[in-house]
């Protein structure tokens, strides 16, 4: 069964420190992984996309790697400031169909003052 | 250019009865997705539309049903309403499917009582 999971579940950190959010999926076969910010009462917004050639891919003070081989994605938040409070959602693109979208359950990202 | 649009925004129903929601895409996209977001399962694909075909599917019962109009923009309609149906009902749309960067809506949140 195709699945992905993220860790940690919910995250609480000092406004200006850095974190790691992770992500293991055991889609197969992989076609692209994305993450996603979705703020409280929001849609979702896209972050990074990133195909399996891709390891580093950054948008600002995001900057996310993929390691196809281990199956593990992890999404690094530099300088973190309040308006990143957020739920960030990993989602895996794959599977014998082809264009199914797997998706975690999302890391729920709290940065305080 | 104007983001994806959804209507309405929150809507209260009860057990049996039956409700249309209504998405418009980024203008120029034709593929538009809905899905659903609950706190226990997070985001699921419920079906994908593409030049006002029905291109993908995701596992949910025939309650859910959709369609696409020829400028692109969609509704759905859940039939018989449950109240396990309360959710956020999310629309994306992309330029062409997804496998690419899909651009999500506010969403509709509907409760069932």
């Known amino acids: 069964k195709n699945q992905v999971e993220q860790s940690p579940q919910s995250l609480i950190i000092l406004e200006g420190k850095n974190c790691t959010l992770q992500?293991?999926?055991?889609?197969?076969?992989?076609?692209?992984l994305r993450w996603y910010k979705q703020d409280t009462g929001r849609g979702p917004v896209s972050l990074t996309i990133?195909?399996?050639?891709?390891n580093t891919k950054s948008n600002g003070r995001y900057t996310a790697t993929l390691d196809a081989d281990t199956k593990q994605s992890s999404l690094h938040i530099t300088a973190s400031q309040l308006s990143d409070s957020a739920s960030y959602i990993c989602v895996v693109s794959g599977g014998l169909s082809g264009y199914a979208l797997n998706f975690g359950k999302g890391t729920s990202l709290l940065v305080t003052p | 250019k104007a983001g994806v649009t959804q209507t309405p925004r929150y809507l209260i129903k009860t057990r049996g009865q039956q409700v249309t929601l209504s998405c418009s895409p980024i203008s120029g996209h034709r593929s538009v997705s809905w899905y659903q977001q609950t706190p226990g399962q997070g985001l699921q694909f419920l079906f994908e539309?593409?030049?006002?075909?029905?291109?993908n599917k995701g596992n949910f019962p025939g309650r859910f049903s959709g369609r696409q109009f020829s400028n692109s923009r969609s509704e759905m309609n859940v039939s018989t309403l449950e109240l396990g149906d309360s959710a956020l009902y999310l629309c994306?749309?992309?330029?062409?499917?997804?496998?690419?960067?899909?651009?999500f809506g506010p969403g509709t949140r509907l409760l069932v009582l």
């Open positions: 992500c293991n999926y055991t889609v197969s076969p992989f076609s692209n």
């Open positions: 539309y593409f030049s006002e075909t029905q291109r």
């Open positions: 994306a749309s992309s330029l062409s499917g997804t496998e690419e960067t899909q651009y």
């Open positions: 990133m195909t399996f050639s891709e």
